[in-house]
């Protein structure tokens, strides 16, 4: 609940700007900076945001800003207050958005199934190796051997398959309705081909479980470079959903950035130490909607970092405003992150480019 006597709709009235829909979560309006109607009144935060401009901050700050009031915190809410009518003694009832707190029931998660899934993938995975030949494209991507190894990546096996299964089931593994295993004449067998060669990365989830993984190819089928290691429509196989890829991170709890790819959050993570979720495409929003409740409960506020090629790709700018809409209308600050095409494409590029300027910059300043 906000711990002012009055609302952003308030302010916004204050500042000549038009409201509609105090009820809700939040609206947009036309930005008084810009004019494009784009900003972003949240009602339940006090907060603004135009993603076209990006103008934003507090409800104090839009004051301040539109009003060309210059004085303290204090000094700018004294001010809103005279000008509301608003005494010191005086009975204020809070918008409906904020006059009450709303116990919001989290979504039911089958946590049984993904520790049954966590569990085939982990042992799955244990029979494998990492090749060498794979070890150079994870080394450039800026991973070691110990990340390698606490990721969990390995190759794809190019035989074996039955085999590979038959030592599950020893261990009391069951592999029905398991993503990527299936019934070839009653015998459980894993649908890969030796065509299919590249290397294995588990995709670990909202609640830190190996929900799936995905296969990142040698030979990319024409545009294709992942695939889901699925088992769809097959006997005893199931899906694998486009699950986003979870990183926890250890500084500024409060934000989570999202971004798309998995090396896109694991390299970001390991260098910045921000929290990421990264979905498994741009338009594969599906998933991340059913977290967005848990989200909300953990994060302040959600960063969106797609790649910087947003400018020139229209499909990738379209997919970024239809996240950030999203993300606004489920009562989340939202926000982008964005940064020059010439430092790199993707995130995980960013962050290696910043890394490798610290450490020049690091070097020089040691030879002076």
């Known amino acids: 609940m906000s711990s002012f006597p009055f609302t952003i709709g308030d302010v916004a009235r204050l500042c000549n700007l038009t409201v509609r829909r105090e009820n809700q979560p939040s609206e947009y309006i036309s930005c008084p900076f810009c004019g494009r109607k784009k900003m972003n009144l949240h009602y339940g935060k006090g907060l603004y945001h135009c993603p076209a401009c990006g103008e934003g901050g507090s409800m104090l700050k839009l004051y301040s800003v539109l009003r060309g009031f210059q004085g303290s915190k204090a000094e700018i809410v004294r001010a809103i207050k005279k000008e509301l009518g608003i005494t010191e003694n005086s009975y204020y009832?809070?918008?409906k958005q904020t006059d009450k707190q709303v116990e919001e029931t989290l979504p039911q998660v089958d946590f049984e199934r993904m520790k049954r899934l966590d569990t085939v993938y982990r042992?799955?995975?244990?029979?494998?190796?990492?090749?060498?030949?794979?070890?150079?494209?994870l080394y450039a991507r800026g991973l070691s051997n110990k990340d390698m190894e606490r990721f969990g990546f390995k190759s794809v096996p190019l035989f074996g398959y039955k085999a590979l299964c038959?030592?599950?089931?020893?261990?009391?593994?069951?592999?029905?309705?398991?993503g990527g295993f299936y019934l070839d004449n009653g015998e459980w067998t894993i649908n890969l081909n030796p065509k299919m060669t590249g290397y294995m990365i588990p995709v670990y989830n909202y609640f830190g479980y190996i929900e799936g993984i995905q296969i990142r190819l040698d030979r990319p089928f024409g545009k294709t470079k992942y695939l889901w290691f699925s088992s769809n429509g097959l006997p005893g196989g199931a899906a694998t959903?486009?699950?986003?890829?979870?990183?926890?991170g250890t500084r500024k709890s409060d934000t989570l950035i999202i971004t798309e790819g998995a090396f896109k959050a694991i390299i970001p993570n390991k260098v910045f130490g921000y929290s990421l979720l990264a979905l498994p495409g741009v338009n594969n929003i599906r998933e991340f909607e059913k977290l967005l409740p848990y989200i909300r409960q953990d994060y302040r506020q959600i960063l969106i970092a797609f790649d910087a090629d947003f400018r020139?790709?229209?499909?990738?700018?379209?997919?970024k405003e239809k996240l950030r809409r999203l993300i606004y209308e489920s009562d989340i600050y939202c926000s982008t992150f964005e940064w020059d095409l010439s430092d790199g494409k993707g995130l995980d590029d960013f962050a290696l480019h910043w890394l490798k300027n610290r450490d020049n910059a690091e070097i020089e300043g040691s030879d002076e």
């Not at 486009?242 to 926890?248: D, E, L, T």
């Not at 020139?312 to 997919?319: G, P, R």
């Open 166 to 178: 038959r030592d599950l089931l020893a261990e009391n593994i069951s592999l029905e309705n398991v």
């Open 93 to 95: 009832r809070f918008s």
């Open 123 to 137: 042992a799955f995975l244990n029979k494998l190796f990492l090749a060498r030949i794979h070890k150079p494209d």
């Open 241 to 248: 959903a486009a699950i986003p890829f979870y990183m926890k």
């Open 312 to 319: 020139i790709n229209e499909n990738v700018a379209k997919a």
